[in-house]
């Protein structure tokens, strides 16, 4: 069955550092969504990547989904304590695999 | 407003004392489906439903029940709960040409003793 992983699991920054999630998929991808968890809530859709090569920003968040539809990642810039949660990458349609999520934790 | 909403929020049982989870949407979504999530393995999913009458299996089935007799309501029955059922639950739901984005439902805490 389809199998995806995120790296890292956790990740510490210093508030105003970079953070990046990889997400690794073992088949060829349709599309990809990005969701955010923050501590404490539910999973919120972010956004959904569906194009080979695309990339798509929202303000300081840039989401690439790779050429050849099996990877994605999401990339925060000068992260803030805002950002902490978990981001999960979902590569499903109407049976949806979860990936098993990244936490950050952006220390101030 | 647009909302998906489950009820208990949190819910402590013992063994073997059937329960329902409930969960409604006021969207008129066609696709609705349930997850749990447990520290280190992320949302997996349990089942979904593409439309009423319509519901399949997802990752981890085993141990529940579902129905959708209506639209909006999609509920998770836990005949006979375990311990190894202890866990986050989240109800999702979506317009089936857009399976992509799902609106989560804020979580049931169910612990089984």
């Known amino acids: 069955g389809q199998q995806v992983m995120q790296i890292p699991q956790y990740q510490h920054v210093q508030e105003g550092e970079d953070f990046t999630t990889y997400c690794n998929s073992s088949t060829t991808l349709s599309n990809i969504q990005w969701y955010k968890q923050r501590p404490g809530g539910h999973p919120v859709f972010l956004i959904q990547?569906?194009?080979?090569?695309e990339v798509k920003k929202q303000k300081r968040l840039t989401f690439q989904f790779g050429e050849a539809k099996k990877n994605s990642s999401l990339h925060i810039t000068a992260t803030q304590t805002t950002d902490v949660g978990t981001y999960f990458c979902?590569?499903?349609?109407?049976?949806?695999?979860f990936g098993t999520g990244t936490r950050l934790k952006v220390l101030a | 407003e647009a909302q998906v909403t489950q009820n208990p929020r949190y819910l402590i049982t013992v063994t073997g004392k059937k329960l329902t989870v409930t969960c409604s949407q006021n969207m008129n979504h066609e696709y609705m489906s349930w997850y749990r999530q447990d520290p280190g393995l992320g949302l997996r999913q349990i089942y979904y439903?593409?439309?009423?009458?319509?519901?399949d299996k997802g990752d981890v089935p085993e141990g529940y029940k579902v129905s959708r007799k209506e639209k909006r309501n999609f509920p998770l029955i836990l005949e006979s709960p375990s311990p190894n059922q202890t866990s986050l639950y989240f109800c999702a739901s979506s317009l089936w040409e857009r399976a992509d984005t799902q609106y989560f439902g804020p979580g049931t805490r169910l612990t089984v003793l």
């Open positions: 979902n590569p499903g349609t109407y049976k949806y695999i």
């Open positions: 439903s593409m439309n009423v009458e319509v519901t």
């Open positions: 990547l569906v194009k080979s090569g």
